[in-house]
Structures are given as C-alpha cells and as structure tokens.
C-alpha cells in the first residue's frame, strides 16, 4: 500500500501529498514507509524560513514570496505552523481571499501544522512534511513560523535559509532583537516600511549586525562571510519583494560556494535522527517504567529520596 501512496506523491497527485501527511502527522507506520521511498526524492529542495514576531507581516510577507516564486515557474510548497496565520484558519477576509488565489493554483501546496511537539516548538514532522512536498515536486518551500524562543531555533534547524521579520510598533522589534534571536536570520526583512520607526529598526539592525561582526563577539559569531543584508519591505502592497528575493537567491548561491549548505543538510539530518530517537525513548520509558516511577514519585513527594537518586536508580534498571 505504501508504495502504491509513494508512488502518487512522486507523480504529484494532491490527494496522495495530502495523505502522507496525514499519515506522518498522525505517526502512522504507513506514513514512515512511504516516507522512506519519498526521501531521496526530497533532496536538494530549498527551504525558506519565514520567522518574527506575531502581527509583523510574516503571512502577508509569505503570500508575496509566493507570487515571486510562482512569477519564476517554481512551483512552491508551504507549511505555515502559527496559530494566528490566515493559512491556519485565523484569516480575516483579506488574507483568505488572497489565499484562494493560490489555493487554485497547482503549482502551490499551502499545509498548516498545529504548534506541537514536545519541544514546544515546530511539530516533530514538520521535516517530514516538507521532505513530502520536496518529493511531489514543490521544490520551493517556505517555512512560516511564530518567532517565540525555541522555535527559532528550530526554524533555523530546518530552513536553508531564514528571514527575520521585524516591524516598528507592534510586536516590539527591539525585544525581538534582544532575544538573541538574531543569530539564526540570514535575512532581515524590516517590513511595514510604510510606518514610521522602520528607519530606526533597520538602524538599530545594522547597529547590532557591525558590533556581532566586529566587536568582541566576532569569534563566536555565525559562519564568517556572510553578512545579513537588511531589506526595508511593505508585504501589504509588494514593495522591496524584489530586495527580498535577491538576498535570498545571493545566500542560497553563498550556501553553495561556501560549503554550507552541506554542514547544514548534516545538522537537519542529525536534528532529525534525534527528534525519532526522543521519541522512541519516550515511548520506551513509559512502557518499562510505570509502575516503578508511581513509587518512586511517591518516595520523592514524601521526603524520603530525591529525584537525582530515584532517576539514577531508575535508569541502572533500565540499563540492567
Ligand atoms: N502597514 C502595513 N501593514 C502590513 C504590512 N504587512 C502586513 N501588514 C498588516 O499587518 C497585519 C498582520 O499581518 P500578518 O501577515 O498576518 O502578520 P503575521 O502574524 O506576522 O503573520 C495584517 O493586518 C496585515 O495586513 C505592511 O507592509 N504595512
Ligand atoms: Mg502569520
């Protein structure tokens, strides 16, 4: 049966895309085995992370980055994982109508994923997901995440490479900037250019990109070489689109020539290997523990032990 699915996704059939991700998202075995054929299909995709803070424009941004990418014949995959994202079903009659017009479209495939995972961040599937749209031919794919602490992190695992969206008022940029978050963007998008304060985000960006580059930090900075351009954009009416992909395109070239891109793929892989360790481990600890955890959370709740030695005495079990 796996096979007959694999097969489908690989001729492009929506139903079967569909299907495997269900799958997958359900962690079911069926989902895994057409996964295993789809993966060498799925290589060399490009991913695109779209990150930032709630209400910055990261939706609207994605909607035009859609419309390039598509305006280029690529055809373009996205997986939006954003409780508020119109793709998620929060739209307000704007945003939906602008989808439609690409819901129509065979070259898009527009999937939203629930925030899960018990990393808090991106769902443990969301690699397979894109693997599954990479082998249905969607070999543009975009990535839109809610940027809150850890799930930048993870965007940053996956995505080739990532835009930072930050706007001036709401959302507050300079906390978004504060966060250490800038270290995972490859390129600043300083969108609503249209408001005034984007001048001084862009600024306060450049300011903090100089020092991260030549100041005291330098050493432990990102990869040397490549320094984040910062491109002002108004995603509501299209402006700085323009900007916006080229920087993309001239970072996909630098992941090339620089060697990057391999370090990265074999991080993804790595990222990946351990999420369905984890997961494994999971299930195993709840399997052959129980019953000796209830006691033992009963000797720790009382006093009489601590939880440092009922886990060491657990895990020498465990391993016995
Ligand atoms: N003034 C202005 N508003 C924008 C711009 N881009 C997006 N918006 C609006 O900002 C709001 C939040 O946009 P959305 O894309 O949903 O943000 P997200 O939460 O980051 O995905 C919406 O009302 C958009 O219409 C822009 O460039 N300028
Ligand atoms: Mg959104």
Known sequence: MAGALARRVLSGERNAVARAIRLLDDRDPAGAAALRELWPAAAGARVVGVTGPPGAGKSTLVDRLIEAFRARQERVGVVAV????????????????????????????????????????????????????????????????????QDEVEV????????????????????TLKAGVMEIAHVFAVNKADQPGADQVARDIEQVLAYRDHGPAAAGA????????????????????????????????????????????????????????????????????PG?????????????????????????????
């Open 82 to 149: 954003d409780p508020s994202s119109p793709f998620t079903g929060g739209a307000i009659l704007g945003d939906r109508i602008r989808m439609q017009r690409h819901a129509a479209d065979d070259g898009v495939f527009i999937r939203s994923l629930a925030t899960r995972g018990h990393l808090g961040g991106l769902s443990a599937s969301t690699l397979d997901v894109l693997a599954v749209l990479a082998a249905a031919g969607f070999r543009t794919l975009i990535l839109e995440t809610v940027g809150v602490g």
């Open 156 to 175: 940053s695992r996956v995505a080739d490479s990532v835009v930072l969206v930050v706007a001036p008022g709401a959302g507050d940029a300079v906390q």
């Open 222 to 289: 990102g990869p040397a070489g490549w320094v984040p351009p910062v491109v002002p954009t108004v995603a509501a009416e299209g402006r700085g689109l323009p900007e916006l992909l080229e920087a993309l395109d001239r970072h996909a070239d630098w992941l090339r020539t620089s060697g990057e891109e391999g370090r990265r793929h074999r991080e993804r892989a790595r990222a990946a290997i351990l999420e369905q360790l984890r997961h494994r481990l999971d299930g195993t600890l709840a399997n052959r523990l």
């Open 292 to 320: 000796r955890l209830d006691e033992a959370a009963a000797r720790v709740a009382a006093g009489a032990s601590d939880p440092h030695a009922e886990a060491e005495a657990l895990w020498a079990a465990l391993n016995g």
